[in-house]
């Protein structure tokens, strides 16, 4: 059978039967896939680490017809990106940013934008210099990987009311309305102060959180822009909130993450 490949990125694997591995990985021109690499788990198997999460490079595989596994020949990797391994704080947000990824049906027409959301997501974190900036970097991720989902949230106006809520004085949002807002996951959407509600799906946000949201959103801004440790606190919250609202689930790694101002954090 002809042996194709693709670039693509590891999300995970897993012992199968004695001496193999089962791979679950993101091909950029046909989606979320799995297969078996035969022999992989041998001691004298060569190039037992390209099949490690977080991998990123090309894959030589076999498609059967009707089968829903593939048979992997082999996968020649990047190297960078075995370095995300070295660190714990990095393992821990490339762990979460992949299982985003691997709990989404993607198929061949969506397989490129989810492809590059991965790579890039993968690389700044690999780029981070610092602890500090890797929760920026998670709620930059999150904020693609909604809009991928076709689920970005709607910041510029009340959800409920369609009030708007900021407008730009001196080329800087700034919040129209005092007082606590609330991030709605069953809206997909921000409540203003008079619309306040009860449920379990609400997340406080405030005037200030929103505003920083709106302006960092500007790629010509965010070198300037740093949130304070309370908004990035609750940007966090609500985007947690819409994720697991949507994906009917919470992610295991979302766990294991540092929280902004608890313990652990960053």
């Known amino acids: 059978m002809k042996v194709v490949s693709s670039e693509c990125i590891i999300l995970k694997h897993q012992d199968f039967r004695e001496r193999d591995r089962l791979v679950t990985f993101l091909a950029r021109d ?70 985003l990824v691997s709990l989404c049906r993607i198929g061949t027409q969506e397989a490129e934008p989810f492809f590059l959301l991965l790579a890039g997501g993968l690389e700044n974190l690999y780029g981070a210099q610092s602890p500090q900036a890797l929760p920026l970097l998670r709620l930059d991720y999150e904020l693609d990987f909604l809009s991928c989902l076709g689920l970005q949230p709607q910041w510029g106006r009340c959800c409920a009311c369609d009030r708007p809520l900021l407008a730009s004085k001196a080329g800087r949002p700034q919040p129209l309305l005092s007082g606590r807002h609330q991030f709605d996951a069953s809206l997909g959407g ?38 304070t440790r309370n908004a990035l606190a609750e940007l966090e919250a609500a985007l947690t909130q819409h994720i697991v609202h949507h994906l009917e689930r919470e992610p295991r790694s979302l766990a294991l993450l540092p929280r902004v101002g608890g313990p652990g954090s960053v």
Do not use: N
């Open 30 to 99: 046909k989606g979320r896939m799995a297969g078996v690499a035969r022999g992989a788990r041998k001691l004298t198997a060569r190039g037992l680490s390209t099949f490690e999460p977080f991998i990123r490079g090309t894959i030589f595989y076999v498609e059967k017809p009707g089968a829903e596994l593939v048979s992997i020949r082999k996968c020649d990797p990047v190297p960078p990106y075995l370095q995300l391994q070295a660190g714990y704080d990095k393992f821990l947000y490339a762990s979460y940013f992949t299982e």
């Open 190 to 227: 921000v409540r203003c102060p008079d619309c306040r509600a009860a449920g379990h799906a609400l997340t406080e946000l405030s005037a200030g959180s929103l505003a920083f949201l709106a302006a960092w959103r500007d790629d010509a801004a965010r070198d300037t822009l740093r949130p």
